[in-house]
């Protein structure tokens, strides 16, 4: 299974400190060299990329210099480092990479298999390439922050997911609703949020505007779990719409956030960020291999569904700002996917 090739050059898009996706020069061409895979990394041949709010997150704390963005991507295999167990040559893979390393948006990709899963086998590169950050994200923040077990409908209790119609939400709505026995509740702004997160499986789509008033309508006696893609100004909110030792699971990063209102229900709040295990080099870092590869089974079976809205062919400097300007509108639902011109 192992081989050796020598480095060799490949197109990348990067995107350039102090600008941001209303500039013309926010993105640039450039050529770079991909080393031979070592250890455990698999050299990628980049299908299709997905874009997610951490590339605008990076972007706009770069100030200065370049950077290679990207964490989703779908391809195929071209070469193996000597420590690869899981893939060989010509495996068609899907994954969302590792901060700490350089970007999907290239034509070729260094990425540890560990973090890799084999991609659906009834979708094509873009649609599996709108998966693996959010997927990971999802299935972390149920199984693993929430301590809830796949399959297990005897956990009753309702979830509140703000944020629905968002990557992380379409995932999250669907595997709460498929694998556990909670009540799912999920905010929409828009008609056509609120048509998407029914199609995904939501019980109940309430308002996000006027949350608290919404949320109880549905659930007068309040919810169990929330997950948030918005905590900014909500902690109130939460507080009042959760029972007594409720807990809530957060993925975003606003800039001051005042948890006292929790205290008198003894709420608890965690932090979700599907990087740790790559940023920490944890001794699971496989899980989120085996991970995906699971998904991959669901989406198989026909569980899971894709959440890929807006398919742009062409990856290059013109296509990623227009991604990441329609992310910034903050009116993007499910994900915006890139593919590579071959």
Not at 41 to 62: E, F, I, M, Q, W
Not at 94 to 105: H, I, N, S, V, W
């Amino acid at each position: 299974m192992t081989s050796t090739p020598a480095p060799t050059t490949t197109t990348a898009w990067v995107a350039r400190g102090g600008r941001g996706p209303d500039d013309e020069d926010a993105f640039a061409e450039t050529t770079v060299e991909v080393a031979a895979p070592e250890g455990h990394d698999l050299r990628v041949r980049v299908a299709a990329v997905s874009v997610n709010p951490v590339d605008t997150k990076v972007h706009a704390g770069l100030t200065e210099g370049t950077r290679q963005l990207g964490w989703d991507a779908s391809g195929v295999v071209e070469s193996v480092g000597s420590a690869v167990t899981r893939f060989g040559p010509g495996d068609e893979v899907y994954y969302a990479g590792d901060l700490t390393r350089p970007g999907t948006d290239a034509g070729l990709h260094l990425v540890d298999e560990r973090v890799v899963g084999h991609k659906p086998a009834t979708l094509d590169h873009a649609q599996a390439a709108s998966l693996p950050l959010t997927a990971i994200t999802a299935w972390e923040t149920l199984f693993d922050r929430f301590g809830l077990t796949p399959g297990d409908r005897g956990r009753t209790g309702t979830l509140l997911v703000v944020g629905g119609a968002g990557g992380v939400g379409s995932v999250l709505v669907q595997l709460a609703r498929q694998l556990t026995g909670l009540t799912v509740v999920a905010t929409a702004g828009r008609e056509e949020s609120r048509e998407w997160v029914q199609g995904l499986g939501a019980h109940h789509v309430v308002d996000r505007h006027d949350l608290v008033a919404a949320v109880r309508e549905i659930a007068p006696d309040g919810v169990d779990l929330v997950f948030t893609a918005h905590s900014a100004g909500n902690v109130e909110a939460f507080a009042e719409v959760l029972r007594p030792f409720g807990e809530v699971v957060a993925i975003d990063d606003p800039e001051q956030l005042d948890l006292l209102p929790l205290k008198g229900k003894s709420i608890a709040w965690r932090w979700e960020l599907m990087f740790t295990r790559s940023m920490q080099g944890t001794a699971d870092l496989v899980e989120q291999g085996r991970l995906l590869d699971e998904v991959a089974r669901l989406v198989d079976a026909g569980t899971l569904r894709h959440t890929a809205t807006t398919v742009v062919e062409g990856l290059d400097a013109a296509t990623l700002r227009a991604a990441h300007r329609q992310l910034a509108s903050g009116s993007t639902i499910g994900k915006v996917v890139l593919t590579v011109r071959a």
